[in-house]
């Protein structure tokens, strides 16, 4: 079975296209008519309502709805015994979960009731620091079902990179897990939440799910356990006649969820995302991009505490009323067969992952294949950084068979669902190229004065920022509780337009290439990392004076994070006070933001206005050693020689 929006061919991706650009109420109002409306747009209602000054974006404001009931309950006729999630763990010996849909309704209600016992009230936010087990799912959906803000924090964090979260949200209630597996560690999430509460104030309950049975210290009055909460909570709505929690009735422009991420200054932004905007744009892209059809098994195999996973592990393909894999281990444990075991398993239709876990795997040859039947693969997508031509081939030809289109598809937290991509086996591939826009995105390309880019590289391809002109439903609508961070980061650079902080490529054909970020953020291993974010945890070290911190090109994680750092404390030896920075990291942002060169200098290269000439610090992390540019303008452009000739 296809869906009423899914777009068949490549005369009807033209099409549509044209038609969501020349009438984008007109077309977007057609698409939400294939969802629940709890009340719907109703004639001469404003479909959209928007201005990028303030900037404000209102798609279907007036309209109610409840993502759950699109989730969940209009499958439950049809679907109530497939699977909505099949959970793989961590490891390949304990037991597989399978959710049906009407499993799902039954957990979500009673986490719902669970949150609603515990105090939470819609629009309250509960931020939600788990491993990948089926209960985290549930959580978020939970959330969503009584109109709670939920904030997905990813494991990796550290206890201060929590307390600052919870801070900047306002949080009153956490849910987490004893621990989380993953590979051959335990993590134990609990106690790096307890570290996060101490004398936090405003939180009134942590709610805790047991998966590693490690011991944890639960506080009187403040801590309660899922298990008994869950159990109460089961009770109450098997008393109550029919087992359900009614879902809250929530106005399309209503916040559904606060994801934080890096940006080019030091602190995180909590990305607001609103509800009916995000729903119709995860699913109509799932379905689309995918070519998602009823029965299909997806695996997307990024982590819930990312963006990747929010809208292509649960919202999406839930919405879709699609099977979602969820997978709690990595890719490499317990070998690097991991994922082709799980796709042999699980008969995998659509396999759906990073460029970072592509070229890790590619090390390990073609042995981890054997005995695995890919057969069932259909669909092949990647996501989170741009891919190398080299990991497309090898993903095409060891993985794909040759057999399933790639789609290489472009996007943001800020964007909540894929804005530039192929759509599989409907629009052509290009591989390292992300291509076409999806139906109601309007990319454009501007030089460093806001211009359209019209330049042409020696290949011919025109090279600019990409920007984004006009809303389309499930783009940013603020940054928690502080919207003028909101316009000076994403809608003051060039006005009237979104920019995406990204550079790329265009073809005569319309094809888009996405080169990477042009501020200073990096993609680690497709993470986020803002520069001044390490910086300012590198300089919390007692012997550090002064940091810069730049990317280089690193053969797996994509970029490596290239750390220069002044240092004037005695103690210990050079490898020692490496080590005690990179403890400091740890501790300050969590262990994806280590460095992973780290060279002392005695100065960093400064104009006479005192500005770090980054330019320099990247060139040389890359490995040039002759063309640095101009150095005339520097304080003191002896330090140049210094710190080249000292390069890690
Ligand atoms: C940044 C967004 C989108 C979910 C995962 C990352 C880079 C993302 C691609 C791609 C080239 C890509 C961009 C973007 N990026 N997808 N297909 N090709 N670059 O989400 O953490 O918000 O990071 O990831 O630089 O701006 P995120």
Known sequence: MSYPFQIQSLDQYKQDYQRSIEKPEEFWLSVADSFFWKKK????????????????????KGAKLNITENCIDRHLDKLADKPAIIWEPNNPEERVRVVTYKRLHKRVCQVAQMLKNNGVKKGDRVCIYMGMVPELAYAVLGCARIGAIHSVIFGGFSAQSIADRLDDANAEFIITCDGAYRGAKDIPLKSVIDDALIGNKK???????????????????RDVWWEDEMLHAEDQLEHSGEFNFPAEEMDAEDPLFILYTS??????????????????????TFVNVFQYK?????????????????????????????TSVMFEGIPTWPDAGRFWDIVDKHKVNILYTAPTAIRSLMSFGSAPFEGKDLSTLKVLGTVGEPINEEAWHWYDEQ?????????????????????????????????????????????????????????KNEDGFIKGNLCIKAPWPSILRTTYGDHERCRQNYFATYENLYFTGDGALKDEHGNYRITGRVDDVLNVSGHRIGTAEVENAINMHAGVVESAVVGYPHDLKGQGIYAYVIYNGTHGDEEMRRKDILQTVTRVIGPIAKPDKIQFVSGLPKTRSGKIMR???????????????????????GIVEEIRSGKI
């Open 294 to 322: 009823q029965g299909d098994i997806h695996f997307c195999t990024a982590d819930i505490g990312w963006i990747t996973g929010h809208s292509y592990i649960v919202y999406g393909p839930l919405s879709a009323g699609g």
């Open 203 to 221: 939180i009134k309950k942590v709610i805790v799910y047991t998966r590693t049975r490690t011991p944890v210290s639960m506080i009187k009055g």
């Open 263 to 284: 940006g080019s200054t030091g602190k995180p932004k909590g990305v607001v995302h609103s509800c009916a905007g995000y729903m119709l744009w995860t699913t109509y």
């Open 399 to 455: 993985v794909g068979k040759k057999r399933c289109p790639i789609v290489d598809t472009w996007w943001q937290t800020e964007t909540g669902g894929v804005l530039i991509s192929n759509m599989a086996g409907i629009t052509p591939s290009k591989p390292g190229w992300a291509t076409l826009p999806m139906p109601g995105v309007q990319p454009l390309l501007v030089d460093e004065n806001g211009k359209e880019a019209t330049e």
């Open 41 to 60: 747009c109703q004639a001469g209602d404003k479909v959209l309502d928007w201005n990028f000054t303030e900037p404000k974006v209102e798609w279907f």
């Open 615 to 637: 330019r320099i610090l990247r060139k040389i992390a890359e490995g040039e050693t002759q063309n640095l540019g101009d150095t005339t303008t520097l304080l003191d452009p």
